[in-house]
């Protein structure tokens, strides 16, 4: 079993900057890629931006240079910094982390989500 839980959503103001964490645990030999998406009512899910496991990374244009994708391999942890947040950002936050298993192939578990609201 394995368990991916979003966190750092909150509410900020225009401008301003949070950091989400994407944790992964359970039974796993690895942390492969990840990626962060987000849902804002009434929309589809967005992607955002994904870091694979030998540290390259891909933004959306829409969060390119204000969103900064990072990991902890030691903590089976990616985060999300986010800067220069805007109303338009407001959304939840979900994490797709895909982990490596002996035998079995490489699978993507989805998180919760978090939610980030941004106020003018």
């Known amino acids: 079993q394995v368990n991916v839980v979003e966190s750092g959503g909150g509410l900020v103001q225009a401008g301003g900057s949070l950091r989400l964490s994407c944790v992964a645990s359970?039974?796993?030999?690895?942390?492969?890629?990840v990626s962060w998406h987000r849902q804002a009512p009434g929309n589809q899910r967005e992607y955002l931006a994904t870091?694979?496991?030998?540290?390259?990374?891909n933004y959306a244009d829409s969060v390119r240079g204000r969103f900064t994708i990072s990991r902890d391999n030691a903590k089976n942890t990616v985060y999300l910094q986010m800067n220069s947040l805007k109303t338009e950002d407001t959304a939840v936050y979900y994490c797709?982390?895909?982990?490596?298993?002996?035998?079995?192939?490489?699978?993507?578990?989805w998180g919760q989500g978090t939610q980030v609201t941004v106020t003018s």
């Open positions: 797709n982390a895909h982990v490596v298993r002996v035998g079995r192939p490489v699978t993507g578990y």
């Open positions: 359970g039974n796993f030999w690895s942390l492969g890629s």
């Open positions: 870091l694979n496991s030998q540290g390259v990374t």
